[in-house]
């Protein structure tokens, strides 16, 4: 199986401020990363498929980049509702594998 | 636009079963693989089995290997898990998922409880 790394698991940061996520994979996946954010009882909403495309409806602060094995998630600019946990998942082959997750708190 | 609606979640006592349906609509069912994952309370998202477009193969999470049947009804749009020997730690949402054009596509989820 497809091991992901994903980090850091938790972060503080505030309203403006530009964060960034990486995750990377145990072997290369190509560009078969996707980007989700969930929050409290709701189920995992994506945000960016293929590691850089930016899923209908996202807010374009939300951006992704890297190919292989390495890949980023960037929010430029930090809003009130980004607060929440994020997942890197690799849809290269089955079994998916997802990363640890990583929460995003309010500094 | 597509739409995957779990159903069948509920409480049931650890050794019991309980069956999980996934309703699809808005494209070709019977022209994709289709996943279960599933995400116990507090913890991360872990995929829990997959079945071929046509039923031919289908793969499962050292897990719940031997213990739950990933099943399908092309002519219904209906993917099913049948969950049997439930333990405590089967506790989840339950969620049916499938890639269609390099997306993923999620259902809202289903919460099944292990408990007596």
């Known amino acids: 199986d497809i091991q992901m790394t994903q980090s850091p698991s938790s972060l503080s940061a505030s309203v403006g401020d530009r964060v960034t996520i990486t995750c990377r994979a145990s072997?290369?996946?190509?560009?078969?990363l996707n980007w989700y954010q969930q929050k409290q009882g709701k189920a995992p909403k994506l945000l960016i498929y293929?590691?850089?495309s930016l899923q209908s409806g996202v807010p374009s602060r939300f951006g992704g980049s890297g190919s292989g094995t390495d890949f980023t998630l960037t929010v430029s600019s930090l809003q009130p509702e980004d607060f929440a946990t994020y997942y890197c998942?690799?849809?290269?082959?089955?079994?998916?594998?997802f990363g640890q997750g990583t929460k995003v708190e309010i500094k | 636009q597509v739409q995957l609606v779990e159903s069948g979640g509920g409480v049931v006592q650890p050794g019991g079963s309980l069956r999980l349906c996934c309703a699809a609509?808005?494209?070709?069912?019977?022209?994709?693989?289709m996943h279960w994952v599933r995400q116990a309370p507090g913890k991360g998202l872990e995929w829990v089995a997959f079945?071929?477009?046509?039923?031919?193969?289908?793969y499962y999470a050292d897990s719940v290997k031997g213990r739950f049947t990933i099943s399908r009804d092309n002519s219904k749009n209906t993917l099913y898990l049948q969950m049997n020997s439930l333990r405590p730690e089967d506790t989840a949402v339950y969620y049916c998922?499938?890639?269609?054009?390099?997306?993923?596509?999620w259902g809202q989820g289903t919460l099944v409880t292990v408990s007596s």
């Open positions: 998942q690799q849809s290269h082959t089955t079994p998916w594998t």
């Open positions: 998922a499938n890639l269609i054009s390099m997306i993923v596509y």
């Open positions: 079945i071929r477009y046509d039923g031919s193969n289908k």
């Open positions: 609509s808005g494209f070709t069912f019977s022209s994709y693989h």
């Open positions: 072997q290369s996946i190509s560009s078969n």
């Open positions: 293929a590691a850089s």
